[in-house]
């Protein structure tokens, strides 16, 4: 940007100017833009500098001239914007006078109200019969906004906003966007920063891609919309994928990035400008910018700044400085701001304090954010973001407006009240102002009218959210009798077998189409590279190029409507375009069947935060935590090997996970997955983990209960021979084979007879041994429920091993339903590149350790003699003073 606020030689500036006016009208703004590009490069010849710079100036990006006409009645939206900040703030307040445990911001939807009426008002389009709806972000802790326009719209009552936060007895308002917690409502949950403006993007590409498919109607110019703070910003996730964005010319996505200027504990930016900021990352991503800065009544001043000196002040004060203006009052902007030249102090000599406290930003002014909204809109090729400056507690008065605390203030005095109430003109009285009542005018009045004709018009009320949807036909057990039979001397790895299920899944005439295939450029290590040619990799713009190895079996191919989408090194953006996938149910009408897969050790800690709102979300669909095992992954060390994604995976309460060995154990899971989810209409999700280790598979084992065991999470793989005592083996994953060698050793050479237990759902033995326990608990007089794995055991009698590939803690979730000695083996520690066989002595997880662990059980019971047990510990070498691999 120029230096030059004063201009030397007008005469000549206009010269110019006036050459460029008349290509741009003679020839088009093409050529006109042309010539300009060709002066640039002509200067950097002099400077040997490019001359491109990231920011444009610190004003409006649309000029005044090009604004449209405000459409509707700006009058009477005026009013419903002041009735929907005044519910809002009395919402909060009143919540807190309740118990100040209950929280809630005001200040924050103060600061975007205009926007969000905006778009309420007349941009953004529910379901309905002719239109697919706009998927609009809302900022988390603005929702006290979004509840207060349901009331006036009449979706919600005044016992309703009343509830703001009490979500216990199942009627409250959620305290933030969660559709978990409010079904019909919400669709998108933000309120951790970050993760909204990631998940966007991601929904407009999987928008995209269901359009390239021809699997959704593609003439709606159907947008996403994406609110966001300008502190939020400062989250790696906002702005990781925004490359992506312009990449795939994502002009259905729109952001808009409130910049009030401030973040929970202060400045954004105290000595910089947030919006100069972001504009260059964005324009330098490639995004189109709209700057909405300045409102209406700055037009006339920036007409009239002939000599630059108000542009000069704008560009050098910082947010800091802006953010005080607002806080201290308008004698204090007089001063400062203005009165930082005198010239500049004279041309605002004619206007009081208020006057100058009161010239608003251009996020309050609806006709600069219409117009911004508008431009947007219309934008192809390319996603653009909106930064709206504003005022953070704008109306909140000395109660917060543009203070450092005001993030988190909750209350409103009396006087406080009154101002608010003076300055949105809110029909409330002196003697109730106290209460601060809600209020919303009768059905018939013209503003609720006008509020519900303009909804009407966009096709009905949002937030709202659909979770009815038709069922597929999915493919029964025996379309996979591949993976049920045994295969014989062949080996193979799970990993295998689901990329198998993949394949025939994606092959299936009735849902073959919905299967989604993400991968994060691990496809090779999965050995699913034959899927490229099969589906085709989705490529919005096909493929520009003769890749190198067409003339291979497995060429890369790229294609418009390709099937697999190939996420490249992005397990945040990966996962974000599952649960894109994974919630087209309800975005989209349309039931999809995501599986995404990746290294297991990159899932669940690596983007636990979006896979939680996954939940939330009532995601469908199939995570699969490849290369799993912490020695089974063998020589990738430490960082790859993953021991803890079932624990972790755990914690989310409608995730369902598994860690099966055999193929048809993975063919049992994935079939009952969908029919759980995509007939029975289930809010759960799947994570299983396959593993690269390569072995042969028996045949599923004969019994009617087989498959319903495997589900509810382990079932008896083999009974026991004949022995003088018996033990019960239990394992899951490739360990489970070292199970079954130590069940072998033990039965010959100790003479103990193992029973094999299958489990490859201890997560969910659990959840079934807390469920019974809690029902029992509860019903005292009644015959117990009795938890699957004691129903298993009984009967069985001995000592359970339990040995899996995680940490102890997985194995040792369900000790508490084995009423009897109970020996926990499993991967503690962190781990390191070797051979399997290695990491298995060194994890204490071999069949070695398995014979030992169940050697000694037995010897605590008095059932095994100390001499065996001595003569074992020397045979195989034990040393008892071998260091505890925890701590290794
Ligand atoms: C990941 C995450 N970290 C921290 C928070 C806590 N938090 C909630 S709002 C907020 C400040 C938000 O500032 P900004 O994004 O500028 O939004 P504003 O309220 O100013 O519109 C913080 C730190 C959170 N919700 N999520
Ligand atoms: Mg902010």
Same mark, same amino acid.
């Given at each position: 940007?120029?230096?030059?606020?004063?201009?030397?030689?007008?005469?000549?500036?206009?010269?110019?100017?006036?050459?460029?006016?008349?290509?741009?009208?003679?020839?088009?703004?093409?050529?006109?833009?042309?010539?300009?590009?060709?002066?640039?490069? $002509?200067?950097?010849?002099?400077?040997?500098?490019?001359?491109?710079?990231?920011?444009?100036?610190?004003?409006?990006?649309?000029?005044?001239?090009?604004?449209?006409?405000?459409?509707?009645?700006?009058?009477?939206?005026?009013?419903?914007?002041?009735?929907?900040?005044?519910?809002?703030?009395?919402?909060?307040?009143?919540?807190?006078?309740?118990?100040?445990?209950?929280?809630?911001?005001?200040?924050?939807?103060?600061?975007?109200?205009?926007?969000?009426?905006?778009?309420?008002?007349?941009?953004?389009?529910?379901?309905?019969?002719?239109?697919?709806?706009?998927?609009?972000?809302?900022?988390?802790?603005?929702?006290?906004?979004?509840?207060?326009?349901?009331?006036?719209?009449?979706?919600?009552?005044?016992?309703?906003?009343?509830?703001?936060?009490?979500?216990?007895?199942?009627?409250?308002?959620?305290?933030?966007?969660?559709?978990?917690?409010?079904?019909?409502?919400?669709?998108?949950?933000?309120?951790?920063?970050? %993760?909204?403006?990631?998940?966007?993007?991601?929904?407009? $590409?999987?928008?995209?891609?269901?359009?390239?498919?021809?699997?959704?109607?593609?003439?709606?110019?159907?947008?996403?919309?994406?609110?966001?703070?300008?502190?939020?910003?400062?989250?790696?996730?906002?702005?990781?994928?925004?490359?992506?964005?312009?990449?795939? &010319?994502?002009?259905?996505?729109?952001?808009?990035?409130?910049?009030?200027?401030?973040?929970?504990?202060?400045?954004?930016?105290?000595?910089? &400008?947030?919006?100069?900021?972001?504009?260059?990352?964005?324009?330098?991503?490639?995004?189109?910018?709209?700057?909405?800065?300045?409102?209406?009544?700055?037009?006339?001043?920036?007409?009239?700044?002939?000599?630059?000196?108000?542009?000069?002040?704008?560009?050098?004060?910082?947010?800091?400085?802006?953010?005080?203006?607002?806080?201290?009052?308008?004698?204090?902007?007089?001063?400062?701001?203005?009165?930082?030249?005198?010239? %500049?102090?004279?041309?605002?000599?004619?206007?009081?304090?208020?006057?100058?406290?009161?010239?608003?930003?251009?996020?309050?002014?609806?006709?600069?954010?219409?117009?911004?909204?508008?431009?947007?809109?219309?934008?192809?090729?390319?996603?653009?973001?909106?930064?709206? &400056?504003?005022?953070?507690?704008?109306?909140?008065?000395?109660?917060?407006?543009?203070?450092?605390?005001?993030?988190?203030?909750?209350?409103?005095?009396?006087?406080? %009240?009154?101002?608010?109430?003076?300055?949105?003109?809110?029909?409330?009285?002196?003697?109730?102002?106290?209460?601060?009542?809600?209020?919303?005018?009768?059905?018939?009045?013209? @503003?609720?009218?006008?509020?519900?004709?303009?909804?009407?018009?966009?096709?009905?009320?949002?937030?709202?959210?659909?979770?009815?949807?038709?069922?597929?036909?999915?493919?029964?057990?025996?379309?996979?009798?591949?993976?049920?039979?045994?295969?014989?001397?062949?080996?193979?790895?799970?990993?295998m077998a689901i990329v198998r299920i993949m394949s025939t899944l994606a092959r299936d005439k009735q849902i073959g189409k919905h299967?989604?295939?993400?991968?994060?450029?691990?496809?090779?290590?999965?050995?699913?590279?034959?899927?490229?040619?099969?589906?085709?990799?989705?490529?919005?713009?096909?493929? %520009?190029?003769?890749?190198?190895?067409?003339?291979?079996?497995?060429?890369?191919?790229?294609?418009?409507?390709?099937?697999?989408?190939?996420?490249? =090194?992005?397990?945040?953006?990966?996962?974000?375009?599952?649960?894109?996938?994974?919630?087209?149910?309800?975005?989209?009408?349309?039931?999809? =069947?995501?599986?995404? =897969?990746?290294?297991?050790?990159?899932?669940?800690? $690596?983007?636990?935060?979006?896979?939680?709102?996954?939940?939330?979300?009532?995601?469908?669909?199939?995570?699969?935590?490849?290369?799993?095992?912490?020695?089974?992954?063998?020589?990738?060390?430490?960082?790859?090997?993953?021991?803890?994604?079932?624990?972790?995976?755990?914690?989310?309460?409608?995730?369902?996970?598994?860690?099966?060995?055999?193929?048809?154990?993975?063919?049992?899971?994935?079939? @009952?997955?969908?029919?759980?989810?995509?007939?029975?209409?289930?809010?759960?999700?799947?994570?299983?983990?396959?593993?690269?280790?390569?072995?042969?598979?028996?045949?599923?084992?004969?019994?009617?209960?087989?498959?319903?065991?495997?589900?509810?999470?382990?079932?008896?793989?083999?009974?026991?021979?004949?022995?003088?005592?018996?033990?019960?083996?239990?394992?899951?994953?490739?360990?489970?084979?070292?199970?079954?060698?130590?069940?072998?050793?033990l039965e010959t050479e100790y003479n103990v007879a193992c029973d094999i237990w299958s489990a490859p759902g201890i997560n969910e033995?659990?959840?079934?041994?807390?469920?019974?326990?809690?029902?029992?608990?509860?019903?005292?007089?009644?015959?117990?429920?009795?938890?699957?794995?004691?129903?298993?055991?009984?009967?069985?009698?001995?000592?359970?091993v339990c040995a899996t590939d995680y940490i102890k803690l997985h194995a040792d979730s369900v000790r508490p339903y084995v009423s009897?000695?109970?020996?926990?083996?499993?991967?503690?520690?962190?781990?390191?590149?070797?051979?399997?066989?290695?990491?298995?002595?060194?994890?204490?997880?071999?069949?070695?350790?398995?014979? =030992?662990?169940?050697?000694?059980?037995?010897?605590?019971?008095?059932?095994?003699?100390?001499?065996?047990?001595?003569?074992?510990?020397?045979?195989?070498?034990?040393?008892?003073?071998?260091?505890?691999?925890?701590?290794?």
């Amino acid at each position: 940007m120029s230096k030059f606020y004063n201009d030397l030689d007008p005469q000549e500036t206009q010269e110019w100017l006036d050459s460029l006016d008349s290509i741009a009208k003679i020839d088009g703004h093409d050529r006109a833009e042309f010539i300009i590009e060709q002066l640039q490069k $002509r200067m950097s010849k002099h400077t040997g500098k490019s001359l491109f710079s990231a920011n444009t100036a610190y004003l409006n990006t649309i000029p005044k001239e090009l604004e449209p006409e405000l459409p509707g009645n700006p009058e009477l939206e005026e009013k419903v914007t002041a009735l929907v900040r005044w519910n809002a703030m009395a919402m909060v307040v009143k919540a807190n006078r309740m118990s100040s445990e209950l929280g809630g911001h005001i200040a924050s939807f103060a600061s975007s109200a205009t926007l969000y009426e905006t778009g309420l008002n007349h941009f953004w389009r529910a379901p309905s019969e002719g239109h697919g709806g706009d998927l609009v972000f809302f900022q988390g802790h603005t929702s006290p906004g979004m509840y207060a326009r349901a009331y006036l719209e009449g979706r919600l009552e005044a016992d309703d906003l009343h509830k703001f936060r009490q979500e216990c007895g199942g009627e409250g308002l959620s305290s933030y966007p969660h559709p978990w917690l409010m079904k019909d409502f919400w669709q998108f949950p933000t309120v951790s920063m970050g %993760l909204g403006p990631i998940m966007a993007i991601y929904q407009a $590409r999987f928008m995209k891609y269901l359009q390239h498919r021809g699997l959704i109607n593609n003439e709606e110019d159907r947008k996403v919309w994406c609110f966001i703070g300008d502190g939020e910003t400062d989250e790696p996730e906002t702005l990781g994928a925004i490359s992506l964005a312009s990449r795939e &010319k994502l002009d259905n996505l729109i952001f808009v990035i409130n910049c009030n200027l401030q973040r929970l504990d202060g400045p954004v930016r105290g000595n910089g &400008k947030i919006i100069q900021e972001l504009e260059a990352n964005f324009r330098g991503n490639g995004w189109n910018v709209i700057k909405v800065l300045w409102g209406g009544v700055w037009d006339d001043f920036l007409a009239n700044d002939t000599d630059g000196l108000l542009r000069k002040r704008m560009e050098e004060v910082v947010d800091g400085e802006y953010q005080a203006y607002k806080a201290k009052g308008g004698a204090y902007v007089r001063e400062n701001f203005w009165g930082a030249y005198p010239e %500049l102090k004279e041309r605002v000599a004619h206007l009081s304090d208020d006057d100058l406290f009161y010239m608003k930003r251009g996020g309050h002014d609806v006709k600069k954010v219409y117009a911004a909204f508008d431009a947007a809109s219309k934008t192809k090729e390319q996603p653009t973001v909106i930064l709206a &400056k504003t005022v953070k507690g704008y109306g909140m008065g000395e109660a917060g407006e543009g203070q450092n605390t005001t993030h988190s203030q909750k209350k409103m005095g009396h006087e406080a %009240l009154l101002k608010f109430r003076d300055r949105f003109n809110i029909p409330i009285s002196d003697e109730e102002i106290d209460d601060a009542p809600f209020y919303r005018p009768a059905a018939d009045s013209p @503003e609720i009218k006008y509020l519900q004709g303009q909804r009407a018009a966009l096709g009905g009320y949002l937030p709202s959210r659909r979770h009815e949807v038709a069922p597929l036909e999915i493919p029964s057990l025996e379309s996979f009798k591949a993976l049920l039979a045994s295969t014989g001397d062949r080996e193979m790895s799970t990993t295998m077998a689901i990329v198998r299920i993949m394949s025939t899944l994606a092959r299936d005439k009735q849902i073959g189409k919905h299967i989604v295939p993400i991968v994060p450029d691990e496809a090779r290590t999965f050995g699913m590279e034959g899927m490229f040619r099969q589906m085709g990799i989705y490529a919005p713009s096909g493929q %520009l190029y003769d890749p190198e190895d067409a003339d291979q079996l497995m060429w890369y191919k790229e294609q418009k409507n390709g099937q697999i989408l190939e996420e490249g =090194i992005n397990e945040a953006g990966a996962m974000s375009e599952w649960i894109a996938a994974a919630t087209a149910y309800s975005n989209h009408n349309i039931q999809m =069947i995501p599986f995404y =897969i990746y290294y297991s050790m990159f899932g669940f800690q $690596r983007i636990g935060d979006l896979a939680w709102a996954a939940g939330d979300m009532q995601a469908k669909g199939f995570l699969i935590g490849g290369t799993a095992g912490r020695t089974t992954l063998a020589g990738e060390g430490l960082q790859h090997q993953d021991g803890h994604s079932h624990i972790q995976s755990h914690t989310i309460p409608n995730c369902l996970s598994y860690d099966p060995t055999f193929a048809y154990e993975l063919a049992v899971i994935v079939q @009952e997955g969908m029919r759980r989810m995509y007939v029975e209409n289930e809010s759960i999700f799947y994570y299983i983990t396959t593993m690269n280790e390569n072995y042969t598979h028996p045949a599923m084992p004969e019994g009617d209960d087989v498959v319903e065991n495997i589900l509810k999470g382990m079932y008896l793989f083999k009974e026991a021979g004949k022995g003088g005592v018996t033990a019960q083996l239990m394992g899951s994953g490739t360990i489970l084979r070292e199970v079954i060698e130590a069940a072998e050793i033990l039965e010959t050479e100790y003479n103990v007879a193992c029973d094999i237990w299958s489990a490859p759902g201890i997560n969910e033995l659990r959840r079934d041994g807390e469920n019974c326990d809690r029902w029992n608990m509860l019903h005292p007089g009644e015959p117990r429920q009795v938890p699957h794995i004691e129903k298993c055991l009984e009967g069985h009698d001995g000592p359970v091993v339990c040995a899996t590939d995680y940490i102890k803690l997985h194995a040792d979730s369900v000790r508490p339903y084995v009423s009897r000695q109970f020996v926990a083996l499993g991967t503690d520690g962190f781990g390191r590149s070797d051979t399997r066989a290695a990491l298995r002595e060194h994890f204490e997880v071999s069949a070695k350790w398995i014979v =030992i662990a169940t050697l000694r059980a037995l010897q605590e019971e008095g059932k095994m003699d100390k001499a065996t047990v001595a003569e074992a510990f020397e045979k195989y070498g034990v040393n008892p003073e071998k260091a505890n691999p925890v701590q290794l």
